[in-house]
């Protein structure tokens, strides 16, 4: 068991490094993004951990399409 904490993941890893360090990972945190929705959400999905919502106002893509209380941890802040 690991938590990476660090600044900026694009400086530091690059696009493909950070894809891999999410892949590494169990859990990944989704802060809110700028609008309702966050492009972290995606990336999430895409590197195949479970995201965690930290947000108390996010509005998930496609909610009327899936359920994602079914693969999402949503933590109020």
């Given at each position: 068991?690991?938590?990476?904490a660090y600044?900026s993941i694009q400086?530091?890893?690059g696009?493909?490094?950070?894809?891999?360090?999410?892949g590494n990972?169990r859990?990944?945190?989704v802060?809110?993004?700028?609008a309702?929705?966050?492009?972290?959400?995606?990336?999430?999905l895409?590197?195949?951990c479970?995201?965690?919502?930290?947000s108390?106002?996010?509005?998930?893509?496609?909610?009327?399409?899936?359920?994602?209380?079914?693969?999402v941890?949503?933590?109020p802040?």
């Open positions: 068991f690991a938590i990476h600044g400086e530091m890893y696009p493909v490094g950070m894809q891999s360090l999410m990972s859990f990944c945190l802060p809110r993004g700028r309702a929705w966050s492009v972290r959400f995606f990336e999430a895409w590197a195949g479970v995201p965690v919502l930290l108390d106002y996010y509005e998930p893509p496609f909610d009327a399409l899936f359920d994602i209380t079914e693969f941890i949503k933590w802040v």
